[in-house]
């Protein structure tokens, strides 16, 4: 059974910084492309970030750039994305996903993890 487990949300203050992980279980990872996704009440779902197969590089959404840093674990086969300088509207549920195609992350991934709730508050 194909998973991705993610771990590592929470709450932090305003300009703090959090990580989040997804650990990939009945694939290899780095054959994938993995993708960090965002969904805020009332908000559609926003592509934050991509990290592509081995062979491939790595995107951010304007929103984040200089801000987030996304980054693979071949070892552990497991993709982080490194969260600095938070803000309020950064809050949402953050979602990993998989695609087949390892040079891209579009919003119809293959398959998803469940979510992580990161709320950005003082």
């Known amino acids: 059974q194909l998973q991705l487990v993610q771990s590592g949300g929470g709450l932090v203050q305003p300009g703090g910084s959090l990580r989040l992980s997804c650990a990939a279980s009945?694939?290899?990872?780095?054959?994938?492309?993995i993708g960090w996704f965002r969904q805020a009440p009332g908000k559609e779902r926003e592509r934050v970030s991509c990290?592509?197969?081995?062979?491939?590089?790595?995107n951010y959404a304007d929103s984040v750039q200089g801000r987030f840093t996304i980054s693979r674990d071949s070892v552990k086969n497991t993709v982080y994305l490194q969260m600095n300088s938070l803000k309020p509207e950064d809050t949402a549920i953050y979602y990993c996903?998989?695609?087949?195609?390892?040079?891209?992350?579009?919003?119809?991934?293959?398959?998803w993890g469940k979510g992580t709730l990161v709320t950005v508050s003082s």
């Open positions: 990290i592509g197969s081995s062979e491939s590089g790595t």
């Open positions: 009945g694939f290899t990872l780095g054959d994938y492309a």
């Open positions: 996903a998989a695609f087949r195609y390892g040079y891209s992350c579009p919003l119809l991934m293959d398959f």
